[in-house]
């Protein structure tokens, strides 16, 4: 079974600031690695996926990089609806999916 | 694309329910589904898929053998049996559409509460 590990659990950034959160893979999973958001009493919302690409609809300030087992969801210049959890995901094997445990983005 | 669950609601321990999933706005029966959970206050939790056809399913360990994923392709809607219900099933369940990628869920439901209490 793949563990997908999220750092930090908890970031604390100002709107306009950049934010970088971390998922890391126990296994290789390739580039099946998708993010996603969530905010308060709403279902999530699929920002990233295959790693890189992103969903439609997405602004371009959201960006995922990486591959095999570390990954990266960059997000330039924080807007006030930023603020919310975010999920990665992998589906390496079609048999099985993962989340990550999410990492809160909060204002600070 | 329209998602909407129904059939949450209160169901004792050991107890059984059925969710359902309306889907609207794309070609159903090309995309993969999926039901994820999430308990109060908690992260996300995938439960079972389904592909297109409704020919291959997936669980999770903690559900397999007691919940039922299928679809009715004419019908335009997902289905999910569950049975023999623990307390730790108690959460928000959503349908959840495949993307392109078929590898991530690319749409939602709003979800439908399932509480489990005697």
């Known amino acids: 079974e793949i563990v997908l590990t999220q750092s930090p659990g908890t970031l604390s950034l100002s709107p306009g600031e950049r934010a970088t959160l971390s998922c890391r893979a126990s296994?290789?999973?390739?580039?099946?690695l998708a993010w996603y958001q969530q905010r308060p009493g709403q279902a999530p919302r699929l920002l990233i996926y295959d790693a890189s690409h992103r969903a439609t609809g997405i602004p371009a300030r959201f960006s995922g990089s990486g591959s095999g087992t570390d990954f990266t969801l960059t997000i330039t210049s924080l807007e006030p609806d930023d603020f919310a959890v975010y999920y990665c995901?992998?589906?390496?094997?079609?048999?099985?999916?993962?989340f990550g445990q999410g990492t809160r983005l909060e204002i600070k | 694309v329209h998602l909407l669950e129904s059939g949450g609601g209160l169901v004792q321990p050991g107890g059984s329910k059925r969710l359902s999933c309306a889907v609207s706005g794309f070609n159903f029966g090309l995309k993969a589904m999926a039901w994820v959970r999430q308990a109060p206050g908690k992260g996300l939790d995938w439960v079972a898929s389904i592909s297109g056809g409704g020919s291959t399913t997936e669980y999770a360990e903690s559900v397999k053998g007691r919940f039922t994923i299928s679809r009715d392709n004419s019908a335009y809607t997902v289905t999910l049996e569950m049975t023999g219900l623990r307390d730790d099933d108690a959460a928000t369940y959503y349908c959840?559409?495949?993307?392109?990628?078929?590898?991530?869920?690319?749409?939602w439901g709003r979800g439908t509460l399932v509480t489990v209490s005697s």
């Open positions: 296994q290789n999973v390739g580039s099946y």
């Open positions: 995901q992998e589906r390496h094997s079609w048999t099985s999916v993962t």
């Open positions: 959840a559409k495949a993307g392109d990628s078929s590898r991530s869920w690319s749409h």
